[in-house]
């Protein structure tokens, strides 16, 4: 498998100005393409990772990390990429893992791989682990398999795979939304050690609207399993 030439990074970024520069160079000394799609930003986001050698897709209106993630893959597979490997922009995830995902991939034969950070994680915010163990314990139930780490955005996907019509979340809740959708069609799901990053930057999730957004996703998906049992 050439993975530089067959896999791009695709990060969705919501004003990422001071961080997306670095995050572009970091992931090209492992894939050839990075690209950003800038949410609708109001900073230097789109014009930093264009410096940064990052190709840029830009939304004209703020639509969700859902929807910049979607936009992401449907560039992909219109340009011939086989895989698509995403990660945030505010330098949380480390593209020295991104081999990694790579290698699990060719090993296991795995069609997503997931970033695991919680084997080990002490720099995660202590509400934020609570939160992300009760969420995986839940979708771990619906998905009948053990799913180690459920909110981590940082994954691989073959995009041969990519249930585009099936994903319908357009925020944050679609990262447990893929992994129901792969699941369920029987896909094969794997997880990888990753580093744990936390620094002082402000988070782009809204812990109550976000958390009311899941709440209502799981309530409907759980619902419609029900009717179609």
Not at 219 to 226: H, K
């Amino acid at each position: 498998m050439d993975w530089r030439r067959e896999c791009l990074a695709v990060i969705p970024c919501y004003n990422e100005g001071r961080a997306v520069a670095a995050v572009v160079k970091s992931v090209k000394r492992h894939l050839n393409t990075v690209l950003v799609v800038d949410d609708a930003s109001i900073d230097a986001t789109a014009q930093q990772a264009k410096i940064a050698g990052a190709l840029v897709v830009s939304h004209p209106n703020r639509s969700g990390k859902g929807a910049a993630l979607q936009t992401g893959w449907g560039w992909a597979r219109e340009n011939g990429f086989r895989w698509a490997i995403t990660l945030d922009g505010d330098g949380q995830h480390a593209a020295e893992d991104i081999p990694a995902f790579l290698a699990c991939a060719e090993r296991e034969h795995a069609d997503l791989v997931v970033g695991n950070r919680m084997d080990n994680p002490r720099e995660m915010p202590w509400l934020r682990r609570v939160v992300n163990r009760w969420m995986s314990r839940k979708l771990s139930q619906a998905a009948g398999q053990r799913l180690a780490d459920t909110q981590c955005g940082f994954r691989l996907m073959n995009l041969a795979c990519w249930p585009q019509r099936s994903l319908q979340a357009g925020h944050y809740e679609i990262e447990s939304e893929m992994l129901l959708a792969f699941a369920a069609a029987g896909l094969c799901i794997r997880f990888v050690p990753i580093q744990v990053i936390y620094r002082d930057e402000r988070s782009k999730i809204s812990p109550a609207l976000d958390t009311l957004r899941w709440f209502r996703w799981y309530r409907r998906t759980r619902q419609a399993r029900s009717r179609a049992e």
